[in-house]
T-cell receptor, first 115, second 112 residues
Framework: DQQVKQNSPSLSVQEGRISILNCDYTNSMFDYFLWYKKYPAEGPTFLIS?????DKNEDGRFTVFLNKSAKHLSLHIVPSQPGDSAVYFCAARPLYGGATNKLIFGTGTLLAVQP | NAGVTQTPKFQVLKTGQSMTLQCAQD?????MSWYRQDPGMGLRLIHYSVGAGITDQGEVPNGYNVSRSTTEDFPLRLLSAAPSQTSVYFCASSDRGPYEQYFGPGTRLTVT
């Protein structure tokens, strides 16, 4: 059972517009959420994170929003650039015993930013 | 700093063969992990280590062994390769547990 879900396999956005990538989770026992970005034939790279005690974290063009009541996480990229075209993974760290040293990843969303 | 290095980049195995995927990091990170990436499945944790001599299982550990004799190295062993182990394997490390991990470039493994 997928505990971290990215229901949109792909997203296409025009350069300069906002990209919104979504992630839902089914378990309330996560305390930390992260976004990773992956280019083809490379390993993922860490992008931005948020603790469950916050509802927003911003880093330059990237903002992550956390809605705990809806168990929903989103990544906003403003403005989108062609170099942002990549697969984006959300991930969550469980709080429950035995799993606190693990990350659970979503299935990824392929973002294509059109020039 | 070379960061996280993985060898080989590509490998083809026959069913039943064994092999070791190498992973090394030069950042003195205590936490290291192995993931596999399959289409439509995202990244799934195979094994992880919180320090030399300490390893534990992730979500999909069956068919894989790990050991951590030094801080720098975290090899992944396939004991008897199966076609279901065809995947891209990523090694990662961190100085903050499972949080902001640095990933290697990956090893693409095909088992025929």
């Amino acid at each position: 059972d997928q505990q971290v879900k990215q229901n949109s396999p792909s997203l296409s956005v025009q350069e300069g517009r906002i990209s919104i990538l979504n992630c839902d989770y089914t378990n309330s026992m996560f305390d930390y959420f992260l976004w990773y970005k992956k280019y083809p034939a490379e390993g993922p790279t860490f992008l931005i994170s948020i603790s469950s005690i916050k509802d927003k974290n911003e880093d330059g063009r990237f903002t992550v929003f956390l809605n705990k009541s809806a168990k929903h996480l989103s990544l906003h990229i403003v403005p989108s650039q062609p170099g942002d075209s990549a697969v984006y993974f959300c991930a969550a760290r469980p709080l429950y015993g035995g799993a606190t040293n693990k990350l659970i990843f979503g299935t990824g969303t392929l973002l294509a930013v059109q020039p | 700093n070379a960061g996280v290095t993985q060898t080989p980049k590509f490998q083809v195995l026959k069913t039943g063969q064994s092999m070791t995927l190498q992973c090394a990091q030069d950042m003195n990170h205590e936490y290291m992990s192995w993931y596999r990436q399959d289409p439509g499945m995202g990244l799934r944790l195979i094994h992880y280590s919180v320090g030399a001599g300490i390893t534990d299982q992730g979500e999909v550990p069956n068919g894989y062994n790990v050991s951590r004799s030094t801080t720098e190295d975290f090899p992944l062993r396939l004991l008897s390769a199966a076609p279901s182990q065809t995947s891209v394997y990523f090694c990662a490390s961190s100085d903050r547990g499972p949080y902001e991990q640095y990933f290697g470039p990956g090893t693409r493994l095909t088992v025929t």
